[in-house]
């Protein structure tokens, strides 16, 4: 078993809002102390640059292509995570030489698996030398080369995270992610894993109120408690065949796109979305090998009420509970970042990352490359 490492895990995940920081010590296996989280939202200006390069990056056909500005934007966004550490050091009291390893996830800006392409912003040599501690980045390329989808790579913290869970989570747990897409993982009483992304998280939520309202998100589902749900709308998003294929994929941020404006007024679309986001999850857990007993649910979903009252009431009529990470003594919002703590120091380690049951990988696989600084 390695030594108990301090890493500092970084996300920038597809909602495009911010930098979440958090702290783990962990050896990359069964100890796991967690620290403190911070979030650093971006502002409108980047968000709309951010929202500009998914646009651009679609003419990258080999994931180390930069066309148009993504030099820029790459360079900008790696800047803006190098702050969030330095706040976050200060912050805590803490010296680069405190901590060991940064793991960065960095800007997934193109995500095809069908063509085992995926591309994240971030250049993690930088990174390195502008905090002066060796990061970890580019975790997920590797499990594609093993014929992996490339995510979900939260489940093996989230295996980590199931061991020690209070009594009220009754196995087979399944943690839930809401960030801008949704994934889940299955851990059942003998610890068997299974992953997959399981449908629509925020980013369509989000869209929606933006091109309708001028508003980044629906602040705890507020706009949509004052609609209904649109069954037709519903029905045809979970037509999709995401759902109903026999293999499970990974998504970009673009699969799902949003109804016609004519559809809906603002607060239906906002509570039909928010209906199609909890829908997405149970439907997809139709995949797994058992029903679930208790749903955990992370990321910024959770926050929302009307999401996660569908939630409860759909899992309720399957016989289970669902309960926000903070019920489960977790730590919703700094989850993701935890995680990335954990995958950059088992990464040093050489511990495995995917599994067949989590991203379709061939065989378990490590992955991510190293910078250190100068
Ligand atoms: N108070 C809130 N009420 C409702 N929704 C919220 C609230 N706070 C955050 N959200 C939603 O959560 C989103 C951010 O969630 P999170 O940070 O978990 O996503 P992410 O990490 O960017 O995405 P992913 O997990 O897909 O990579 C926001 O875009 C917003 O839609
Ligand atoms: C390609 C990519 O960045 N995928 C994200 C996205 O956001 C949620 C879902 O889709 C998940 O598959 C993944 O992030 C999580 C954190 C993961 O890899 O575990």
């Not at 894993?193 to 629906?218: C, K, M, R, Y």
């Not at 903070?326 to 088992?346: C, I």
Request: hydrophobic share 45%; charged share 20%; proline share 5%.
């Amino acid at each position: 078993m390695g030594q108990t490492k301090t890493a500092f895990g970084l996300m920038s995940g597809t909602s495009m809002d911010g930098i979440d920081v958090a702290l783990l010590r962990t050896d990359g296996d069964q100890l796991l102390e967690r620290g403190p989280g911070m979030g650093f939202a971006y502002d409108a200006g980047f968000r709309r640059r951010l929202q500009a390069a998914l646009e651009t990056a679609k003419a990258i056909s080999r994931r180390d292509e930069r066309p148009g500005d993504l030099v820029a934007v790459e360079r900008e966004l790696t800047w803006r995570h190098a702050d969030a550490v330095r706040s976050f050091l200060q912050e805590n009291r803490l010296l680069p030489s405190d901590v060991d390893v940064i793991g960065f996830h960095g800007q997934t800006v193109l995500h095809r698996p069908d063509q085992a392409l995926t591309v994240q912003l971030g250049d993690g040599a930088l990174l390195a030398r502008e905090t002066g501690v060796s990061v970890v980045f580019d975790m997920r390329a590797n499990d594609m080369v093993h014929g992996g989808q490339g995510a979900p790579l939260i489940p093996v913290y989230h295996a980590a995270l199931a061991r020690n869970l209070p009594p009220q989570c009754a196995f087979p747990v399944v943690f839930v992610n809401i960030g801008g897409i949704s994934n889940l993982t299955y851990v059942d009483a003998g610890g068997q894993i299974v992953a997959f992304d399981s449908g629509p998280g925020n980013t369509l939520i989000d869209q929606w109120v933006e091109a309708h309202a001028g508003i980044p998100f629906d602040q705890g589902g507020m706009i949509a408690s004052e609609g209904r749900v649109l069954s037709g709308l519903v029905a045809r998003y979970l037509a999709n065949p995401f759902f109903t294929g026999s293999k499970r994929r990974s998504l970009d941020r673009n699969d799902f796109t949003l109804p016609a404006d004519a559809e809906a007024t603002l607060e239906d679309g906002a509570r039909t979305l928010a209906h199609v986001t909890a829908a997405a999850i149970l439907k997809s857990a139709g995949h797994l090998p058992a029903r679930p007993k208790t749903f955990v649910v992370c990321g910024g979903g959770r926050l929302n009420r009307v999401i996660m009252g569908d939630l409860a009431e759909l899992a309720a009529a399957e016989g289970a509970t669902v309960m926000g990470a903070e019920a489960a003594g977790l730590n919703g919002d700094s989850m993701e970042a935890e995680a990335w703590a954990y995958l950059a120091v088992r990464s040093l380690e050489g511990l495995p990352l995917t599994f067949p049951g989590t991203t379709g990988v061939r065989a378990p696989v490590s992955g991510g490359v190293l910078a250190v600084p100068a």
